[in-house]
């Protein structure tokens, strides 16, 4: 390619001067034309490329020249630039560790760095070609064989391309394999297996093949903290184990001030540096000042107090089963804050102080409530995501509660009947000063205010159940016959009010009808009814019988008193 861009410039060279030399006008129109045709734009694809692009594993990184051995089975890219321009794509380190060039042989590369390599390529080609530049490219790396035992469900050889770190190459040790799979990059690959505690996992061992080399791997720091030190690319020929975590184990945790509190396998050479970062690092109500370590010594427990700018904070200073903390700033803590929706004249989210700040303060602060608000149905629902710095005492535990109870089984599940109603939503009357003052707010707290639609709803046993227009004043008899009256199983005695918001039941001669109420009209009891139905069909039959009685009594008598008749004659 580059070979002939430089043999077609040079000709374009030769008849440019043609053209000026000559001085022809039409010869140098046309030679414009040519040499427009010449250099217009045109497509190229890199066959070799674009197929392994489309291959599922690439490196993890990019490939170190100056570590990086090669072997047989590398795909290299040798380009050659200066007095001969040369672009060589795909080639292979033979079974030998020889690679063969086009026109210069073969070249040995075995166990060369890249950029060794380079140089040596470089070498014999300065023999034939002089003043040439070499750029040795790795395509793409060779299959590595390594080795994975211990306790995993499926120890044995596997084929991982180089540049494939621990992670990968023990996945498929652990997880069920899959009926295809035959290499690592041709599945998905997931970090499922790091929630298995099954697993000593940030004391992975790994030896070289010919035993003179040994490191470690610890997985939980890399994907935690992304620490890709304590997660090596392995070697051909790596034996690696992993050994089954056991409860006799040491481990070591971390907590207070930091995003994820953890308990985690001990590793030596840890540092409380290290641990905070695998915790994800301060949490923002953090004090980054000291940090505490609760150490068991063996006659008694130690409480350690150290200093973050001290090398004890940095050095690996931590032992098998310490309980660091990080202490909590209660001035770092973040602000609070509840919400108000609905038929205000300024809703929104307020700041409150947890657990001071009563609703009377954020209802004042939020303007107090429109022409249109019902503030006798206002509800306030309680944040359900609590921290775990918040806790709150727990509702109901059946059992606990029934150990000193003399409850009776009905009563218990009358509680459970309560525990399934929305212990987090409150109706709260607006209406009611002493009880804005009485309502302590917490984080996400949000208060309701509805719209009033001026309206009553009456259902049950009336004719035209429905939505009526509220009256003030208005009687009960007045939304009655509204509502077409009662039907014919309407219970006349057993009719209420609910109210709006609290949706308690009231008699009607003990409440006033409000706008947002529902009264209600209840029915015959279906097993009244029956019992009804089956005493009068008792007393039909009664009152059949007793005619049968009357009846066969007559027939006697007159039975009597014909044969009487019949004698005296």
């Known amino acids: 390619m580059h070979v002939c861009n430089s043999l077609i410039c040079s000709f374009a060279g030769v008849l440019l001067l043609l053209g000026i030399f000559t001085n022809d006008a039409a010869a140098q129109d046309e030679f414009d034309l040519d040499l427009q045709s010449t250099f217009e734009p045109f497509f190229f694809l ?33 380009d050659v630039r200066g007095g001969m321009t040369l672009a060589m794509r795909g080639i292979l380190v033979n079974i030998r560790g020889d690679i063969t060039l086009p026109t210069i042989g073969n070249i040995s590369v075995q166990d060369m760095t890249l950029k060794e390599a380079r140089e ?5 080609i300065s023999e034939n070609f002089q003043e040439s530049e070499v750029y040795v490219t790795l395509e793409k790396p060779r299959n590595f064989h390594v080795y ?6 499926y120890p044995g050889k596997y084929i991982v391309p180089a540049q494939t770190r621990v992670d990968q190459a023990i996945y498929r040790a652990l997880i069920e394999p899959d009926a295809g799979i035959t290499e690592v990059g041709s599945f998905q690959y997931d970090t499922d297996f790091l929630e298995n505690r099954d697993y000593a996992l940030r004391n992975i061992r790994i030896r070289s093949g010919d035993g003179d080399k040994t490191y470690s791997a610890d997985l939980i720091s890399f994907f935690r903290a992304g620490l890709q030190k304590h ?10 184990i992993v050994d089954e975590m056991r409860d006799s184990d040491p481990r070591v945790s971390i907590s207070g001030g930091v995003r994820t509190p953890l308990e985690l396998e001990f590793r030596y050479g840890d540092s409380i540096k290290d641990l905070i970062e695998i915790a994800g690092g301060y949490s923002r109500d953090a004090d980054t000042n000291r940090v505490k370590v609760h150490r068991n010594t063996g006659s008694g427990i130690e409480t350690l107090e150290i200093d973050p700018n001290s090398d004890r904070f940095t050095s690996a200073d931590v032992r098998p089963n310490d309980r660091i903390i990080i202490p909590v700033d209660p001035a770092m803590q973040r602000t609070h804050s509840a919400w108000i929706h609905g038929e205000v004249r300024y809703p929104g989210n307020f700041p409150i102080v947890q657990g001071n700040t009563t609703l009377a303060e954020i209802f004042d602060k939020s303007g107090g409530l429109t022409d249109e608000a019902l503030p006798q149905a206002a509800y306030l629902i309680r944040n359900q995501g609590e921290s775990p710095r918040n806790l709150r005492i727990s509702f109901m535990d059946r059992q606990r509660m029934a150990r000193t109870s003399d409850q009776l089984e009905q009563g218990f599940k009358y509680l459970e009947m309560e525990e399934e109603l929305n212990r987090n939503e409150v109706h709260i ?14 984080d996400g707290d949000q208060l309701f205010v509805p719209k009033d639609e001026h309206t009553v709803y009456v259902m049950g046993q009336v004719n035209q159940p429905g939505y009526y227009e509220f009256e003030n004043p208005a009687d009960l008899d007045t939304y009655l016959d509204k509502a077409g009256g009662y039907s014919l199983a309407a219970d006349e005695s057993r009719v209420f009010i609910v109210k709006a918001g609290s949706r308690s039941w009231h008699l009607p001669e003990e409440t006033d009808i409000e706008s947002g109420d529902i009264i209600f009209v209840d029915r015959e009891p279906f097993d009244e009814l029956q019992a009804l139905r089956s005493f009068e069909i008792q007393q039909a039959s009664q009152r059949n019988s007793n005619i049968q009685l009357v009846m066969a009594g007559l027939s006697t008598i007159t039975s009597i008193i014909t044969t009487y008749v019949a004698i005296t004659r």
């Open 231 to 240: 997660n090596p690319y392995v070697q051909d020929g790596d034996i690696i």
């Open 429 to 442: 009357d607006l209406s009611n000063p002493s009880q804005l003052e009485n309502v302590k707010l917490y």
């Open 120 to 124: 040596q390529i470089e070498a014999h």
């Open 46 to 78: 890199d066959d070799i490329g674009y197929r392994m692009a489309l291959e599922p594993y690439r490196p993890d990184t990019y490939i170190d020249e100056e570590t990086y051995q090669l072997g047989p089975h590398d795909m290299l890219s040798v």
């Open 148 to 153: 994975v035992h211990g306790d995993v469900p």
